[in-house]
């Protein structure tokens, strides 16, 4: 529950293990560490919610 409320005034922290490239274009897509939110990387050590993970095509 703590860790949920960090990631909603902080910044996300992904889960090296199970962060992803897809293809070369796409971006490095993962879960948080912290939340287990889907997550998407836009720059280098700056991740956010992945909120269009469910309209993307696999």
Known sequence: MFNF???LIGP??????RVKKMNP??????????CGA???RRKRDVWV??????????
């Open 5 to 7: 409320l960090l990631c």
């Open 12 to 17: 996300h922290e992904p889960d090296r293990r």
């Open 25 to 34: 274009e796409d971006a490095y897509r993962g879960h948080c560490r912290k």
């Open 38 to 40: 889907r997550i998407v």
């Open 49 to 58: 919610r992945d909120w269009l993970w469910r309209f993307r095509q696999q």
